[in-house]
């Protein structure tokens, strides 16, 4: 079974999207077969790989909505280990549509069964939300890789982030893991670049990649060309940053890639057995937001966020847009939060160092 990574962040422009399609070219480039899924509904994965989505002849939306199967919206790419699952902007709308779906944060997960069997790994690049659509591919994916890029308020919203993999955990996927922390737009010639990074390896420590993404033109350009990086120009340090990451999450997943090769030949299941699409499930009451994580992650009471650490660095002139809908709750406080001993259930004031508004509602 391959292994599904999540790319996620609610916060926008950290790099989800370039590590997404990026990531996943790199690991087709190591051979190991890949499929993108792009549920983002601003689509800018699927043009980054050249594919128009207003024109492509299904989507991740038909897949949600339960009207075609993984297999029949993918759709190759120039790399021959490459595929993808396109986005379309109808996908804006998927959430509320989905309301009535019977367990509507599993569709994705149910529908990714088959895709498993054929791809090592499957990246999903998420919208910038903590909405159904991002549920979704919690729930669907083994694990889930963070970009954090390396700016003021790199580290803002990421209690929410943590906390909503945490209620994931209790409700949904308990086996979901991180696989990750990804330092993108890292400018070594900035201080505060290397602050940032400093304080993200001290919170997160080994979690944190040894591969680094460098800020780099060539990454920003390549999308505009319809080519991950690694085609657009592959001597480049955005092609190179890309690769380490791809090696590091191949080296990580060596026993996984192993057991997979073992299963696969012994595996007697069927390859043709029929793909499994989403259900709509009898009507049932609304709920109270399409972006919850589902009717029994009610017992997650909200927490006030703790205080800023002293230490926090001055606030920057203005604060970033963040789009997402804040979830149903704060960042965790007590240390046994997590649960799982990885050391991510406390957001503590090391992460709300770099917070620049304190106390903003929402955060
Ligand atoms: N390593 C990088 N060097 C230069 N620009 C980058 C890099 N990574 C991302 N960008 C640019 O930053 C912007 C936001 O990146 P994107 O991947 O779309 O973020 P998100 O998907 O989180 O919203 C895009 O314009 C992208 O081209
Ligand atoms: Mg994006």
């Known amino acids: 079974m391959g292994k599904v990574i999540a790319v996620a962040n609610q916060k926008g422009g950290v790099g989800k999207t370039t590590t997404a399609v990026n990531l996943a070219a790199s690991l087709a480039a190591s051979e190991h077969p890949t499929l993108l899924l ?51 902007i109808n996908l804006v709308g998927a959430e509320i549509e989905m309301i009535d779906l019977f367990e509507r944060e599993r569709v994705l997960k149910k529908a ?22 991002t549920l979704n591919a919690l729930t669907a994916a083994d694990s889930v890789l963070i970009p954090v890029q390396t700016e003021y308020f790199a580290l803002e919203g990421l209690g929410q982030l943590l906390n909503t993999i ?12 991180i696989e990750g922390v990804l330092l993108t737009m890292f400018d070594g010639r900035l201080r505060l670049s290397n602050q940032v990074a400093a304080e993200v390896r001290r919170y997160f420590g080994d979690r944190v990649f040894e591969a ?15 080519k991950p990086v690694l085609l657009y120009d592959a001597v480049s340090s955005g092609s190179k940053n890309y690769m380490a990451l791809a090696g590091e999450v191949i080296r990580n997943n060596q026993r996984y890639l192993e057991d997979e090769a073992a299963g696969e030949a012994s595996d007697g299941a069927p390859l043709d057995a029929p793909p499994v699409v989403a259900e709509p499930a009898p009507p049932r009451p609304a709920p109270s937001g399409a972006a ?15 205080n800023p650490s002293p230490s926090a660095p001055p606030p920057p002139a203005s604060p970033p847009t963040v789009s997402a809908p804040p979830p149903s709750a704060a960042p965790p406080s007590s240390p046994s939060a997590a649960g799982r001993g990885d050391g991510f ?12 508004t304190p106390g903003r509602p929402g955060q």
């Open 292 to 306: 919850r994580p589902g009717p029994d992650a009610g017992g997650v009471e909200p927490q006030p966020p703790p």
């Open 345 to 356: 259930g406390e957001p503590s004031r090391v992460v709300l160092a770099s917070r620049a």
């Open 212 to 226: 680094v993404v460098q800020r780099n033109v060539r990454v920003s350009e390549a999308p505009s060309f319809g």
């Open 38 to 88: 792009d549920t983002d509904p601003q689509a800018n994965g699927t043009s980054s790989l050249g594919i128009e989505s207003r024109t492509a002849p299904s989507s991740v939306y038909d897949v949600l909505t339960g009207s075609v199967a993984v297999e029949d919206a993918t759709l190759h790419t120039e790399m021959p280990f490459l595929d993808v699952v396109p986005s379309h």
């Open 166 to 177: 945490k209620i994931v955990r209790q409700h949904l996927n308990p086996d979901l893991e």
């Open 112 to 133: 990714l069964q088959r895709a498993r069997r054929t791809y090592d790994f499957i990246v999903i690049d998420c919208p910038p939300s903590l909405g159904l659509l």
